[in-house]
T-cell receptor, first 114, second 115 residues
């Protein structure tokens, strides 16, 4: 079945450092790809998404590009802030074959130090 | 007010007890989902409902049941709780009209501890 694999955390960075969180997927169809963020004590919020190959999603300085040839959707940010400390989840959804159910990676905890 | 509301936010109970977690939404979405989150495992789908009369098992439905009382309400029950059901539970909704790429909207979660 479809699956998502993320780099393991926790990841600890200093403020203004560059961030990359790797995400790869396996899918039989043509999924949409998502990054969700979970701040402490809260539910998940959509951070960005891409629905087809070569699409780039972006939001709040974060970016990720849907790479079909490498089955990847890595999350990047050029300069992280303390407020970016959270757990980040990569996910996929195959709307046409599975009706929009989300399959999540295991999550990567990011801690940004001042 | 939150668009997706889960009650209770925290619950501690004993093995063998029956527990109901409730979810209500004001987004008008047809689709609703229940997930559990465990450290290192991400979120796993327990049950989902595409409308009031359409309820489906997810990846890990054993030991759980659900009820879709109305478009806006979707409850998760643990008939006889066991300690390995200790987890953070999330309800989510989505709008199928958005097609591929439809995001899901999450509640703030219920932290359940079973002793």
């Amino acid at each position: 079945g479809d699956s998502v694999t993320q780099m393991e955390g926790p990841v600890t960075l200093s403020e203004e450092a560059c961030l990359t969180i790797n995400c790869t997927y396996t899918a039989t169809g043509y999924p949409s790809l998502f990054w969700y963020v979970q701040y402490p004590g809260e539910g998940l919020q959509l951070l960005l998404k891409a629905t087809k190959a070569d699409d780039k999603g972006s939001n709040k300085g974060f970016e990720a590009t849907y790479r079909k040839e490498t089955t990847s959707f890595h999350l990047e940010k050029g300069s992280v802030q303390v407020s970016d400390s959270a757990v980040y989840f990569c996910a996929l959804s195959d709307y046409y074959n599975q009706g929009g159910k989300l399959i999540f990676g295991q999550g990567t905890e990011l801690s940004v130090k001042p | 007010d939150a668009d997706v509301t889960q009650t209770p936010r925290n619950r501690i109970t004993k093995t063998g007890k029956r527990i109901m977690l409730e979810c209500s939404q004001t987004k008008g979405h047809d689709r609703m989902y229940w997930y559990r989150q465990d450290p290192g495992l991400g979120l796993r789908l327990i049950y989902y409902s595409f409308d009031v009369k359409d309820i489906n098992k997810g990846e890990i439905s054993d030991g759980y049941s659900v009820s879709r009382q109305a478009q806006a309400k979707f409850s998760l029950s643990l008939e006889s709780a066991i300690p390995n059901q200790t987890a953070l539970y999330f309800c989510a909704t989505s709008d199928p009209g958005q097609g591929a790429g439809q995001p899901q909207h999450f509640g703030d979660g219920t932290r359940l501890s079973i002793l």
